[in-house]
């Protein structure tokens, strides 16, 4: 006989008694605690139970926070079944509710479900207060990490609420001691509470998981074709030690390595570096280039390493094509591997293993579901189109919201629409990227293929733990011997025993440190409040545009007791004054806006617009950000200054650029009395301006071309009229350009 949660506030004869769920929910309520259960196992419910418990002993709200629009979705219907509370007070909130929407139906609301997001804006701008909640689920808390917004909400929320207690709820915190203490200090959590499948409570409600490693080997013309892409970068090795900065070991130097060594050789640009330095980042960005390459014929298959080689030709051959990609295009052992690329006929393996693998599941049972999971998009792509020529398989490509060169993504709604039809049955197959791994509330299926095994601990275990959840599963992770794949392999094993390792001991020790915890959390609060209520900012006011919000400066704004007011600016994004508009850059922001050409535009805007015009520059690596010649940097700051009258003012941080602004609202508003004055639009362009804009945009034309085909056609119209012949008779239009042009003029729309 099943046995059900009875309590005041859940639907009775709606929630199933498990022992093991009743026992976290306690060790939960006695205080703020990270739980680490298996996907599956009701950690929803868990939740559910603290909730409950501390609505009915407090009152107030409680707030749960979940990382996507459809999980809070998924959430919220859950609750609205389950809690007995009328529907108008379990509220949904999301970037699609207006603000003014929200900061109304947080008054009525009792639980709130959301993404932490709208939460975080909220609060900057002061449209609700966590004063009376008196509980918040952090759901996948092992994102607390860095300035996610859940850091920001658990700070504010111990610092203000009566009451405050949180639940952090995750099936993977992370391998290391470091990941999994940065989490629970974010959340401000005492003590940890870990169930695995082993466990003899939870073991009656485990499904039998099935994971089988199969090994393959690489073809001989794959073989040959890496063969041709590593002396390509061997090359590049030996040129690097010429140039000055060897390599050790480069036979095993991974990304990590070569992104170091990038940083480190852009450092060196500030002042006067030596020729050498820019040669050596020009290589290390060849030979990451090709590294990759070599990366995907390992583990992809060809044809993901034929769309990968068509981007690099079209980068190379592009206006903005980088030197790196131009000399790859010319070596010679480049080519010769472009050459047999496109002439072989072989495929990955591990292509057909899919398909075997996949056929036999569906062939057995024709009701099941299968995910397979692909590092990449193209590999996506092709296992797709491999897998729709089989009869009674119906795969669905699963990838993310950006797009790129050839390559489109999903929009939210068609993310949703596909796991509906997923479900019903419409598609039996989903091959998808990390976008399936957390986040979307996609059914449990009954066989999980990796097509390539991944490094990430919390990665896998998300994986693994679409399966299994109703019934028995299987998971099948293929390996490429030999290869990165087998290193990927042994670390991914390796991380998810260290942290089943680290769990066990932090669930031992965390709970003895507790009161300890506590003694320090509460006056470092009363410190800060106290550290704070010496600025006196009453009264002292910023506008804010709203794409800064999500900033840390707006956090550190709010922390600072400014009063913040978020508009659409079209000049700037801080107003502090009628006189004073500022515009903040980060180092790397300040020379890609310098790069795409739209620094000067945004400069112009300004100085035109307030009286007293200041650009904020934050962080280091002005001058190592990209591969740009420090004089280039120097002359364009020169040029604000001078030619455009904008003070420059230098920040170390999103928090050091939060104390000038509040001191230079602080001195216009308080000492010398000035209101805020929001104006100024941003300069319309010219007609030439919009016609050259509209012809540089097909496929990175780029402006120096756009104008010389306007004037030898005369208007835009005749342009997109022109044929390929008549094309390719303009000055610096070569056939490449012009089969462009024609490709995305006269090619079929297929959005």
């Known amino acids: 006989m099943t046995n059900y949660i009875k309590h005041p506030l859940i639907q009775s004869d709606m929630v199933e008694q498990r022992l093991y769920q009743l026992d976290l929910a306690g060790r939960a309520l006695s205080s703020t605690t990270l739980i680490v259960l298996p996907t599956g196992l009701g950690k929803t419910i868990v939740s ?73 804006n909220d609060i900057i701008t002061k449209r609700i207060s966590l004063d009376d909640v008196c509980h918040i689920t952090f759901d996948e808390a092992h994102r607390a990490v860095g300035n996610y917004a859940y850091t920001y909400i658990a700070e504010k929320y111990f610092e203000n609420a009566k009451n405050p207690h949180c639940l952090g709820i995750t ?40 994971i089988e490693w199969i090994k393959i080997d690489l073809p001989k013309d794959m073989t040959e074709i890496k063969g041709l892409l590593e002396k390509v970068m061997e090359e590049r090795f030996t040129k690097l030690t010429e140039l000055g900065f060897p390599v050790h070991n480069p036979k095993f130097v991974n990304k990590k390595e070569l992104l170091g060594m990038q940083k480190k050789l852009q450092e060196e640009l500030r002042g006067l570096p030596d020729p050498s330095v820019y040669a050596a980042i020009s290589v290390v960005a060849e030979i990451m280039k090709v590294n990759h390459a070599v990366e995907i014929i390992e583990t992809q298959g060809m044809e993901s390493l034929r769309k990968y080689m068509e981007r690099l030709e079209h980068e190379a051959y592009s206006k903005s094509g980088s030197k790196a990609s131009k000399r790859l295009a010319e070596d010679l052992y480049m080519r010769q591997a472009i050459h047999r690329i496109k002439d072989t006929d072989t495929e990955h393996p591990k292509l057909e293993m899919v398909r075997n693998i996949v056929s036999r599941q569906i062939a057995g049972r024709p009701e099941s579901r299968v995910i397979v999971f692909t590092n990449y998009r193209d590999t996506a792509d092709m296992v797709t189109a491999s897998l729709e020529a089989m009869e009674d398989i119906h795969p669905v490509r699963f990838v993310g919201q950006s797009s790129k060169y050839k390559d489109k993504g999903l929009t939210q709604k068609q993310q949703v629409q596909i796991i509906e039809d997923f479900k019903k049955g419409v598609y039996n197959v989903l091959v998808a990227t990390s976008v399936a791994e957390e986040g979307l509330d996609i059914p449990s299926t009954d066989l999980v293929v990796f097509y390539e095994p991944i490094p990430s601990e919390i990665r896998s275990i998300q994986r693994k733990g679409r399966t299994a959840r109703k019934h028995a599963g299987r998971v099948v992770v293929l390996v490429t011997k030999g290869t990165r794949d087998e290193g990927y392999y042994w670390s991914s094993l390796s991380k998810e025993r260290r942290m089943q390792s680290n769990m066990k001991e932090l669930q031992e020790i965390m709970p003895a440190n507790a009161t300890t915890l506590e003694q320090y959390v509460q006056p470092q609060v009363e ?89 904020l520059i934050e962080g280091e690596g002005l001058f190592s950000a990209r591969q740009i010649n420090p004089r280039s940097i120097h002359g364009t700051l020169a040029s604000i200054g001078i030619d455009f009258g904008v003070s420059i003012f230098y920040t170390r941080d999103a928090e050091d650029s939060a104390m000038l602004i509040q001191t230079l609202a602080k001195r216009e508003q308080s000492d010398e009395q000035r209101e805020i004055k929001v104006h100024g639009k941003k300069a319309s362009q010219m007609l030439s301006e919009q016609q050259e804009y509209i012809v540089s945009a097909i496929n990175d034309i780029g402006p120096k071309a756009a104008k010389t085909l306007l004037k030898h056609f005369g208007s835009v119209e005749n342009v997109m009229k022109a044929e390929y012949e008549e094309l390719i008779k303009v000055q610096n239009i070569g056939p490449k350009t012009a089969s462009r042009i024609r490709e995305v003029v006269s090619g079929d729309y297929k959005g």
């Not at 999980?71 to 609205?80: D, G, I, P, T």
């Not at 108008?88 to 959301?114: C, D, M, Q, Y």
């Open 48 to 120: 559910l139970l603290v909730i409950a418990a501390r609505m009915e002993k407090f009152g107030g709200k409680a707030l749960v926070l979940s990382p996507t629009k459809p999980l809070v979705e998924q959430h919220a219907a859950f609750f609205k079944k389950v809690m007995n509370m009328h529907e108008e007070h379990i509220i949904t909130f999301t970037g699609s509710v207006a603000p003014e929407k929200r900061a109304e139906l947080w008054k009525n609301g009792k639980l709130i479900v959301s993404t932490p997001q709208v939460i975080e």
């Open 527 to 615: 410190k800060d409040q106290k550290n704070l209520s010496e600025f006196g900012n009453e009264g002292i006011r910023v506008v804010i545009d709203h794409r800064e919000v999500r900033s840390q400066v707006a956090r550190e704004l709010e922390k600072l007791g400014m009063d913040i007011d978020v508009k659409t600016l079209e000049v700037g994004d801080y107003v502090i004054s009628e006189r004073i508009a500022i515009e903040r850059k980060s180092a790397e922001d300040f020379v890609s806006s310098l790069l795409n050409n739209t620094l000067f535009e945004q400069i112009s805007n300004i100085s035109r617009s307030y009286q007293k015009p200041v650009l």
């Open 171 to 210: 099936a993977s915190p992370g391998s290391t001691d470091e990941k999994i203490s940065e989490v629970c200090e974010a959340l401000h959590i005492r003590s940890v509470a870990v169930k695995t499948e082993s466990d003899s409570d939870v073991r009656p409600y485990i499904h039998k998981k099935e």
